[in-house]
């Protein structure tokens, strides 16, 4: 076959005169002729078996047009190109299935006209459109750039014969040269059809250049690469060669095959974990020992101990956060009653979260004003309050809430810093951190991670582990944590760390400048009564094996709990309580379950024995009733059947029936207390003051302020100047607990003025402030916990300094509503508010019925328990 035809055998203007205006058309699939180009056709579809046979009868020129869509087994004229190619029939050949071989000749282009006939086979009038050939400079230029792309691709061609590659160098005819080329080097059909349908010589030459160009380019590029798989395979089969004599070697030498596949194995994980550069280079460098010492070797042990570390960590396992807000606020709100403010921060996490990942903002990319990079801001949030109130609890709500994994650590008592950063290897045993131990338990790089009790952190000669948890918590570091056995950085800028403590006191300033304080205070009754009824009684149930049916807590007998066995700011001893109760309740029912087995088999035995009487013996089936259960109500009554006598009672009013004693409040890391200040006068030597209670400096010069003021002012208060010779006694109770802090100023003076004036103070009145020389009183801290603290014990009403008065806002609705708060910046004022009216000496008339004072010279009615 030849892929052209000589023009010195024929005569190509013959041929072209042969063509006439109304050809018959073939469609071509996937395929677009050429002129001069010979190539077979297989013909199969009836139409074109019929239009080949009709042509090869008569003058065998026949047009070839190529389907817009393969896919159309009949193409209608609107499927097919309107610029075709007219040839002329060399041979058919017929085959046993019918269809035909057809070898064809391009002759000239043409361009459809009009269509004529559809039926039985397309026919239409044709007009030739030879290529416009100018014979320019340009055009020599395209041919020769044409002939060398073409010469460059053909070399990359395997399947190129190189006579192919002399003949192409050898044309002259630019117009041959694009056709063959065109029909021998790949180009997609429409390239092929849009090379045909140009008119101009030049343009199909320019369009040849760019598609032949872009395939040399592939071709290149794919000889590179296999070039390069080819040196990877021979590289590969190298180190499979030498692989295999050091194992033939290691044989000989008696080692066998387990530590080679152990190194393998490292390999694969090392590869697989998906650690740091950093990482994986030291892992690599430590396989290579590990590869080299024999299992004896002591070193051995230490490096394969190392490399488990490494793997085992989550380098880039992440959970992907739960970043539906009504689902985490509904799963906070199950778990745990109030708290409001640490669940507004957790949902504002959540928020930003969803924010970013929505916009599409990427963790890292931050950035400051000047464009500088910022490495972190995570947020460490600290969560400060009482024991008991769902400080560490709260952590596992806030991992469930936000579908993380939760992980945990005290850090009460911890002194030794190696506990957070880790031993170095060079010590024997030496192990991780905490930290990253936690981090791998978690599985993930990503969880909630509290530390608990991070005010309880101590230090000694071994270190300050306070120290090293600065770069732990601090979001602008933690991204490239080094634990000291791992040497490698490790980002724990994804987890969330949740602090908890009961004071900030006692944190490092530089540790506490790290954290996003989140204070949770104690809890008022009401909360405690709520806590009770939804979250304790439930979970002490279950624990103890009882059902809802069996058990009743009345809102009486809860609040009995709370205020005749209870004391503390949390919920923890009223749960035990309530456990308490639980448990000799299970012991009731659980009697009572083994008692009625036995009173029905008797019932049983009773009613067989009348039946067999009477009627003689029966086949009957006897059923033990079913006993209703009956629930046991839980009443204040039962309350102290079960708990005992009550351990707390409100001695206010006792405490202040007599001169001397006054109601203060105080604040401890354990939440706030009631405290009592009690103040004798005795002979001795003028200006003596006796301090006793476990005093602390700062409250022992709070009592010497109070006395100085007092002696100061003796004229105004109405004493005499004899008033305050002698000794004077001033005593707190509850010796054994260690006192300190100014807040008791004006409760001293008020105890002094009650003592040396006869009045008492009103027992439904508690006081805190610090009191000056002069008589002002200054604001105070803890002053939540503080009114908390009186609200439990029963007071009504409460002396607060003035500039205080913001922090009231701070209390809850219920507790604003109940207590009286009166705000005082004077003594005086402490004074005219705190001691009850001089009691006058008693006349002789007969009894009457005092007339109604105001609300303002009495105090409102005493409601003690």
Known sequence: MLPWFNTQEQNIDDLLRRIPEELPILPLRNTVAFPYIVMPLAVGIPRSVRLIEDVDRGNRVVGLVAMKDPSVEVPATSQVYQVGTAAIIHRVMRSDDGTLTVFIQGLERFRVVEWTVEDPYLKARIRLTPDIVEGSV???????????????????????????????????????????LASNMRIDMPEAQRLLEADRLTQKMEHLVKVLTHELEVREIGQQIQEKAKEEIEKTQREYYLRQQMDAIRKELGEGDDGRREVEEYRQKIEECGMTEEAKEEAERELARLEKMPPQAAEYW????????????????????????????????????????????????????????????????????QGRKIEGSGAILSLVGPPGVGKTSLGQSIARALGRKFTRMSLGGMHDEAEIRGHRRTYIGAMPGRIMQAIKRAGVKNPVFMLDEVDKIGSDWRGDPSSALLEVLDPQQNHAFRDHYLDVDFDLSQVLFICTGNTTATIPAPLLDRMEIIEIDGYTEYDKLHIAEQYLIPRQLKMNGLLPDEIIFGEPSIRAIIRDFTREAGVRQLEREIGKICRKVATQVAEAKEKQPVEAVAESAEALEAVTSEEGPAEIEVTPPAEPIVPIEITPEKVREYLGKPRYRFEAALRTERPGVATGLAWTPTGGEVLFVEAAAMPGQDGNLILTGHLGDVMRESARIALSYVESHLKELGLGEDCCKGKIHLHVPSGAVPKDGPSAGITMVTALVSLLTGRTVYPDLGMTGEVTLQGQVLPIGGLKLKVMAAHRAGLKRVLVPKLNDVDLDELPDKIRNEMEFILVEDVNEVLAHALTPKAEEPKPEPETVPEAVTEAETPPPLETE
């Open 138 to 180: 340009i055009e020599e230029a395209l041919r020769r750039s044409l002939l060398d792309v073409a010469t460059r691709l053909a070399e990359l061609i395997p399947q190129f014969p190189d006579e192919a590659i002399r003949f192409i160098q050898q044309l002259e005819d630019p117009r041959l040269l694009v056709y063959l």
């Open 302 to 369: 230490v490096i394969k101990t190392y490399l488990d570390w490494l793997v085992a960590l989550p380098w880039k396992a992440l959970t992907e956060d739960h970043l539906d807000i009504s689902d985490a606020r509904a799963v906070l709100d199950e778990d745990h009653y109030d708290l409001e403010d640490v669940k507004e921060r957790i949902l504002e996490f959540l928020a930003v979260r969803k924010l970013r990942q929505e916009r599409g903002i990427d963790d890292g990319d931050e950035s400051d004003l």
